[in-house]
Every structure is written in C-alpha cells, then in structure tokens.
DNA sequence: TACAATGGCTAATATGATTAGCTAAAAGGA
DNA sequence: TCCTTTTAGCTAATCATATTAGCCATTGTA
C-alpha cells in the first residue's frame, strides 16, 4: 500500500489512456488498475471523482498545446508564424487523439473554465497577429477563424473523417495558405 | 401498454431530449419515461440498446443538416451558394446543439458509417464548387477546408467558447469571406 | 378462429461510480 | 524517541444505469 500517487502522475497516466483507448474507456476502473490502486482510492486525489479527472485533462490538454505553439512560435513572424502554430497544433491533436477529445469533450455544455483553459493559446495567436496591419476587431475574428478551422480540421482528420484519398497534409497545408491570401487581401485593402 | 412507438418516434424523441438537456444526459431511463415505456422495452426497438441509439441518431442528424443545406443552396450559384449552405450548416448546429453533439461524439473511434452519413454533404459541396475553375484536387482541398472550418466554429460557438464581446456573426461571416477571397486568388492563379 | 409476430412488462444480472468508515504508514513536533 | 495528526490506501455497501431473460397481452392475418 501506500502506492505515493499525486494529481499529476494520475493525470498522466489518464491522458496515456486516452490517447491509446480513447477517452470513453478511461474509467476509474480501469485507471486504478493500471496504477495499483482499487478505485475508491482515486477520490482521495479526486474529490469529484471521474468527473474532475475529466476536467482536469481538459486543463491539462489546453496548457500543454498552448506549450507546444508557443515553443513553435519562437524567433518566426508572421505567415511563418501562422504556419508554425497551426502545424504545431495539428501536430498535437494528432500525437494526442485521446487528449485531443478530452480538451473537447468536457465542459460541453458548461463553458466557465474551458473558456480560461484556451486562453493562453488565444494569447499566443493575438502576439502573432500583431505584426500584421490590421484592426483589432479583424484579429478576433481571424483568431476565431482559426480556432474553428484548426479544431474542426484536426477533429475530423483524428476520427477518420477524411475519406479521399488525397492526402490530409496536402489539405491542411492549401487550406492555411488561403487563408493567408485572404488575410493578406484584407491588407491591402486597408493599405489604400 | 402497447404504446405502439417505431424507431423514428424514438430518435426523433431522444434528438430533442439531447438538444434540450445535452447529448450526454440522454439515457435509456429517461427517454423511456419520456415515451411512457421501460427501459427495456427500447431493446424491442434498438436491439444494440444505447449504442445503436446513438448512432441512430448520428445517421439522423447527418441527414437532416444534408436536407438544410440542400434547400439553402437551391437557386443559387457560386459565392451566394456558398455562403448559404454555410449558414445553413451553422443554423443547423445552433438549432440542435445536442444532435449536433451526437453527430461528432458517436464513433469517435470508429468512423465507417460516420464517413459515410456525412457523403451527403460533401456531395452539396462538390456540387456547388463545380461552377468554380477548380482542378479536383483544389475541389477536395477546399471541401475539407469547409468542413473543419463550419465544425469547428459550429462546435466552439455552441459551446460557448468565443468569449471576447465582439459580435459572432460578423466573425463568421468576416472567416467566410477571407476563404472565399483566398479561393478567388487561386482562380486568378488559373486563369493566368 | 387459431396462431404467429410484436411490443410491452417484470425480475435478475452486470458494470461502474460513489460513499462511509476503518487503518496503516508517513510526517512532524515536544 | 514517542505521540499525534494527516494522508492515502483499503473493504464493504449503495446507487444508477444498461442489459438480458423470459413471460404475456395485443394485433394482425391465414
């Protein structure tokens, strides 16, 4: 007994699940087993049991990604930038499948703390757009451009979605250089 | 006794139930008392019980939104076309946020017939795109760029996660614009 | 009318989350 | 060192839900 777990390594551990089972076979069940523990034991790290754990990855999940942009962010600008972080989050979503739906899953339909959760990469995309010419209000709504098409891209591509055979990469990589075009068009637009 | 329910009484039941209390609070319990049946009785109904359920309802709301975006395009062509089998799709996921749910959370690990509920759709799409010069590998591109961009921005607005003030329609139609307009560059590229 | 299929029911079982209450090990201070 | 408190585990019990088995009334049809 006395096993000497801790929040962060129970976390781990869950996340190592997801990504090889998925999320909805991450049960306490199943965790305990794999760390040596019965069950009931988890709640003495959990006090809300499996739904804090949930939340918990969730968080987890968002810091880490923002860690990863951040990281693919460095000593690049603009389009570079852009391309960097986008790749940096695909990446992710696909290194971290099981993770990946966590950050999604919970919270759906209570937002308070996700919505804190993404901030950092929130932050991460305005510092990158603010080499560019362009309105405040246009950097909200190219964020949330991205955030939809980063989130719904990577989604699809992880479950599978993407039945052509063309290849994903070749997508992804069009998809943000027309993006860019029409950001760059907006420029000049203002440049006028 | 002998309620006399069918498969679509129920989906169409267990939809609206999802998009009230959330995908997840669906349960064979309370859809059953909903219905004025037992638990079990759905199993005469859904012989994979919860499971088949969710999937039903997958199918169902992969068809529905196929029907939406098909009405919307009707009468129109290329950028007016476009734009409304967007908003559609968006209309869509605002109106059944919990089928919307059930639509992506089913199958999340195994994606046959979810490739194939979602043909439909993607067929709109390749139809709209036709009066566009395109090669088919931009098509494809294109498709799939649509497609994670409406999920992903469909997903993160129902669920609350665009928090700054600004207006989230003017996001969404400013991110629809920007792609159109770096689909017009390319068709330049062409023509040249 | 007989009779097969259907759609409902009750009762039992399985699985997983959760709670209550117990206890040994660890930590830390007199 | 010894006492005390906290911590992190355990067992046993409870709850919720899904699921299965087997019974029975209704329905619809030869």
């Given at each position: 007994m006395k096993v000497g777990l801790d929040k962060t390594t129970i976390i781990e551990m869950a996340a190592n699940m997801a990504d090889e089972?998925?999320?909805?076979?991450?049960?306490l069940k199943v965790l305990a087993a794999e760390l040596g523990?019965?069950?009931?034991?988890l709640y003495k790290h959990f006090n809300g049991g499996l739904g804090e754990l949930n939340k918990e990855l969730m968080l987890y999940g968002w810091h880490s990604l923002e860690i990863e942009i951040t990281k693919a962010a460095i000593g690049k600008a603009k389009d570079d930038a852009i391309m960097a972080i986008c790749y940096a989050y695909r990446n992710f979503s696909a290194g971290h499948k099981g993770l990946f739906e966590a950050m999604q899953w919970y919270n759906m339909y209570r937002s308070e703390e996700h919505l804190q959760a993404t901030q950092g990469m929130v932050s991460v995309f305005f510092q990158v757009l603010d080499?560019?010419?362009?309105?405040e209000e246009q950097k909200v709504h190219i964020v949330r451009m991205f955030r939809g098409f980063l989130q719904g891209f990577s989604s699809i591509e992880s479950h599978g979605?993407?039945?052509?055979?063309?290849s994903i990469n070749d997508s992804f990589d069009f998809a943000l250089k027309t993006i860019l075009n029409g950001i760059h068009d907006l420029q000049e637009g203002m440049e006028k």
């Open positions: 089972k998925g999320i909805a076979n991450v049960t523990v019965k069950p009931s034991s080499s560019y010419e362009l309105s979605g993407y039945g052509n055979p063309l």
